[in-house]
């Protein structure tokens, strides 16, 4: 049955060698976007699609960046977002990306651009690098990227981080923006701003007026909910 499958696919393509080399151009540019580089089919978390300038524009505004901030682009790509916002902006830029031949395409785009005195591009993988020192995150991943890497935001970014996301949102993480960034060939597109809430849940205790007292409270993103309870009084919510 499978011969007979093979003869058939076989009969059909080899009179037409231009649609046997249309399936190779198509597998070459999957591979180019999926595959690393590095000789063991290492497959990205993301493919390779860059940001459009209209809307790397419009997400370094959002960000409303300062000379004294440290801007990380997570999947930096060709680099232009860190370039672009260096360039405009005069922060420090920081871009981070698995693949080899996007560092070595963003280095000498900062190269070109003369902003490698305040540009760093690490190959690194976003999932387990340091950037814990950045005020300002731009990321263009997946929705189901995004949500992988909240938790590891959370534990390692300082409150009052500002981060931008192209197109994918943080799930039940609410923005504090969205930005409509046009409609384009794929469809409409739209920017997330989030600033990262500080961890204010716990229980808190004090005293006024001679009462004690103590403040358990539940945190779930920028919401809190939370109970306040004295020694002589019984608890009420807020
Ligand atoms: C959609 S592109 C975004 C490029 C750039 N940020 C932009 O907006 O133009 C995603 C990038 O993430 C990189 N990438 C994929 N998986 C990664 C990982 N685990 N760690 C770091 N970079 C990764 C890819 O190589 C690709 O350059």
Redesign the pocket.
Known sequence: MKKAVLIVVAALLIPCPSLLFGIQDVFDTWQDKHLLSDGKNTI????????ESYIVQEMLSLLDLQGSDVLY??????G??VIEAVKKKGVRGVG????PR?IAESRANANAARVDDRTLFLQ????ISDFGDATAL?L??LPELNLRLRPKLFRDLKPGTRIVS?NFNMGDWEPDRTAFAGVWEDGPRYIYFWVLPANISGRWQGSYKNDEWMLTIRQRFRRSMGACSSTDRPSSPF
């Not at 990205?44 to 940001?51: A, G, I, K, W």
């Not at 682009?73 to 060709?78: A, E, S, T, V, Y």
Request: with cysteine; glycine share 6%; net charge negative.
């Open positions: 990205l978390d993301v493919p390779y699609v860059q940001t682009d997570l999947g930096c790509g060709d232009r977002i981070i990306d698995i693949d996007r690194q993988d976003l999932f731009t263009f991943l192209h």
